[in-house]
């Protein structure tokens, strides 16, 4: 290969590049208007519900190419809560949350799939406890996005899986009878661009 045309390859793979990373845009998760919910079966009688409401992080949405876009959220496990004092506590202690030691939740986006109908799948990494197990989100959206009463930029999406609480080691001391494996997590999220 002849210099010039290396340099015309090379110029062109480095414009198409720019060209990608432009339409790429910055959004920061609103921790007022965004919240993580969960849903666990106890005693196989009933669910428990509760949410974790201190939400924060960064999306990187590609509107033309979905599959671009990557998502990173932490989750303060300070902020768990499922409206009973004693049980709030009792999550927050060693035998789950263990919020001394593992003050927070993170997911890491590894990949971004179009399903169709406005609908994604996100593939990522999610660290729990303290172990990180991939999950996929299937999610609702994007919404947006719309103008704010305070004139800015926002837009939202709502996500779920089922983790298993094996998976993670999670609250091993209570058995499947008394505490359901399996979780549901839906992610609200609203963001607004940088």
Partial sequence: MNRRLFLALAA???????????????????KNHSEANFQIRHMGVSNVRGAITGVSGTINWDDKNPAHSSVTATLDTNTVTTSNDGRDKHLKSEDFFNVAKFPTITFKSTSVAVVGN?????????????????????????????????????????????????????????????????????????????
């Fill in 118 to 194: 406005g609908k994604l799948k996100v593939a990522g990494d999610l660290t729990l406890a303290g172990v990180t197990k991939p999950i996929v989100l299937d999610v609702d959206g994007p919404i947006g996005p719309q103008k704010s009463a305070q004139g800015k930029l926002v837009f939202g999406f709502s996500a779920t899986t089922v983790i298993k609480r094996s998976d993670f080691s999670f609250g091993s001391k209570y058995s499947s009878p008394v505490l359901g494996d399996e979780v549901t997590l839906t992610l609200d999220l609203e963001s607004s661009k940088n």
């Fill in 12 to 30: 062109s793979t480095l414009l198409s590049a720019c060209a990608a990373s432009a339409q790429t845009s910055a959004w920061t998760i609103d």
